[in-house]
């Protein structure tokens, strides 16, 4: 557990229970599925597989720092694992493939970072066996480099590239980190070959697609050229009405606005998003993508309508924007490298396109509602450790001005301090009293060790108004918010109920991290007594889809920073901070307070 974590909330645990510290929950969850220490772990799968151990660091490294992921990365199949082992629908499959080999099951490698490391190796030792003419394995380091090539199994140059040479530059320069799970993994700087492929380590290679390349034909000055081909994705030229794309065509800012920008996290490393991104089969994709050492990509161009937000408004009036890294282990992977490449893009996008400088603007995809009730959850990226309030001020040193917001003394902030550790969350908790109690504290909808859940907290640099505020009746030294909350109270049921109501709950705040008396309060009325409908895009409702995501009473009152028109039937819409999401209500039903 990390010691500035515990510094940070004090040293009682009653605290950090009631908190949901990530360090707590996200031991407990890895302890379970970690029975053997990852250096013996390593150690014991480079043994049995005859492939070098600082190989299975640097790829557990580049691929996860070592955190035990399940799931798929953005746009992706399944990868499971500190080594990514990915399920996908093809058979043999590789996660299926390595199970038969080592006579274990696919859940077994899924759930056990031993057996995983297993898998990763079985598969490299595979790899390299398959491109040896002699059917024997490399004596060097870097004769490895094709079997990591085809361990990840890209099909375009740039990419491949990409993924190989970054595995070879941890070999390089070696590293020292804590792993999720509280371990030190270290590897001393080895003699490796940081170049691109070439023909003779990896066949296929003069077959395959550049992918990306550095020509200046971006909208980013110095970004890496991977604009997706038309042909292929553009939702409009690519045939048959299902066939899968992932863009459509406009002119914006002249068809459409843009007012924000959606900042995401990948679920992987680059070349793992741009891999799945230039799929033909892909569904998904960003605008940019920012490496962990800076590197901005350019996927799609600022004019065109990515899909990239789960929310088709957002997608139409925004542009997203990729990190390397995972929500839940942030702290390793947003690097200020990454923090300093964002802010000078999203500044440049912010003075192009005239995008207000605010939380509420430039957005997380945590933060993007679902525009239908049926889709409830959204997205949860980039998570608990995106450091809002210095990436805001980076943004403001690019010569990006603060709004001027309206004076309400009942609205408040929450804030990070400006020099918070990078492994302190920036969620903030709700309780039903203002008393710090974790029986007291609001149930999260899914698992209670989900640190990425957002159902019950709100996020750094959003505003909210309160009613009321008091001490925690426990003595901790934390500030207590009356507030409105969108909520689904029957969300942990099987048969859940995903609308949400709003309700009175309590914020919980530590003394010195929010700031108070700036923003917009609006006051909801009902025309007919019956609660106002929230709604999770500013689009009228029709027959066929239901954007009501939520109610709120007569009379409950909410942050609002901007409006935005809206047609006919309902002509302007106000955007509220209602749960830890965005949502939407018509004007009809707004009162500004100031």
């Known amino acids: 557990m990390h010691k500035k974590r515990l510094l940070f909330y004090g040293t009682l645990l009653l605290v950090l229970l009631a908190l949901a510290s990530v360090g707590v929950f996200q031991l407990i969850t890895y302890t379970i599925r970690q029975l053997t220490p990852l250096e013996t772990a390593l150690e014991q799968a480079a043994n049995e597989s005859h492939v070098p151990l600082a190989l299975l660091k640097a790829v557990a490294y580049s691929e996860t720092r070592f955190d035990m992921r399940t799931g798929g990365y953005t746009g992706g199949p399944g990868a499971y694992g500190i080594m990514n082992v990915v399920q996908s629908k093809k058979l043999p499959d590789p996660m299926s493939r390595a ?18 490391i297993r898998a990763g190796a079985v598969l490299l030792k595979d790899n390299a066996l398959q491109l040896s003419p002699t059917k024997t394995l490399p004596t060097s380091l870097d004769g490895w480099r094709g079997a990591v090539a085809l361990y990840f199994g890209a099909r375009y140059r740039y990419v491949l590239n990409l993924y190989v040479t970054t595995i070879y530059k941890a070999l390089h320069n070696g590293f020292k980190i804590q792993a999720p799970s509280g371990e030190t993994i270290e590897l001393a700087a080895q003699p490796a070959n940081t170049q691109p492929l070439t023909e003779n380590e990896l066949p296929t290679l003069a ?10 034909k971006v909208d980013f000055p110095g970004a890496v050229d991977c604009i997706l081909n038309p042909d292929e994705h553009d939702c409009v030229k690519v045939p048959g009405t299902n066939a899968p794309c992932n863009y459509l065509p406009a002119e914006r800012p002249k068809d459409l606005d843009i007012t924000q920008v959606v900042i995401h996290d990948i679920e992987g490393n680059v070349a793992r998003a741009l891999s799945a991104f230039l799929d033909t089969k892909s569904t998904a994709a960003a605008h940019y993508i920012v490496g962990s050492d800076g590197t901005v990509y350019q996927t799609i161009h600022d004019h065109d309508v990515a899909f990239h937000a789960a929310n088709l408004w957002y997608n139409q009036h925004s542009i997203g924007i990729e990190h390397e890294g995972y929500a839940t282990s942030g702290y390793i ?10 802010a000078q893009l999203t500044a440049y996008l912010a003075q192009k396109y005239h995008i207000q400088l605010d939380h509420d603007h430039i957005v997380a995809h945590g933060t993007v509602q679902s525009p239908t009730l049926d889709s409830i959850p959204n997205h949860v990226d980039p998570g608990q450790y995106w450091q809002w309030d210095y990436y805001l001020n980076l943004i403001h040193q690019q010569g990006v001005a603060y709004p001027q917001r309206p004076v309400d003394k009942n609205i408040l902030t929450v804030h990070l301090a400006a020099d918070a550790p990078s492994d302190i969350s920036n969620f903030f908790y709700l309780y ?6 974790s029986r007291n504290l609001i149930p ?6 989900d640190t990425t859940d957002e159902t019950n907290s709100v996020e750094a640099a959003t505003s909210y108004y309160y009613l ?13 918010y009356h507030i409105w909350y969108g909520e689904s109270l029957n969300a942990r049921n099987k048969s859940a109920d995903q609308f949400m109501h709003a309700r009175l709950a309590w914020l919980a705040v530590p003394v010195g991290a929010a700031s108070e008396g700036k923003g917009m309060a609006v006051k909801l009325h009902s025309a007919d007594g019956k609660p106002i409908p929230i709604s999770g895009s500013p689009k009228t409702n029709t027959k066929t889809l239901d954007y009501h995501i939520g109610d709120a009473p007569d009379g409950a009152i909410f942050a609002s920073a901007y ?3 809206g047609d006919k039937t309902v002509p302007q819409w106000y955007e509220i901070n209602y749960n830890h999401r965005q949502a939407w209500v018509p004007v009809s039903a707004v009162e500004i307070l100031n």
């Not at 039903?432 to 109690?437: M, R």
């Not at 009321?468 to 207590?480: L, S, T, Y």
């Open 432 to 437: 039903n009293s203002p008393k710090i109690d």
């Open 444 to 449: 999260q909808a899914g698992n209670s060790n």
């Open 333 to 342: 992977w947003y690097s200020s490298a990454t923090y300093r490449a964002s």
């Open 207 to 216: 077959k395959m697609h550049a992918g990306c390349t550095l020509d200046n």
């Open 99 to 116: 199970a038969k080999e080592l006579g274990v099951t696919p859940l077994q490698i899924k759930t056990d970072a031993a057996t995983n």
């Open 563 to 565: 409006s935005v028109p």
């Open 468 to 480: 009321d505020k008091k001490p925690d009746e426990n003595g901790f030294g934390i500030m207590m």
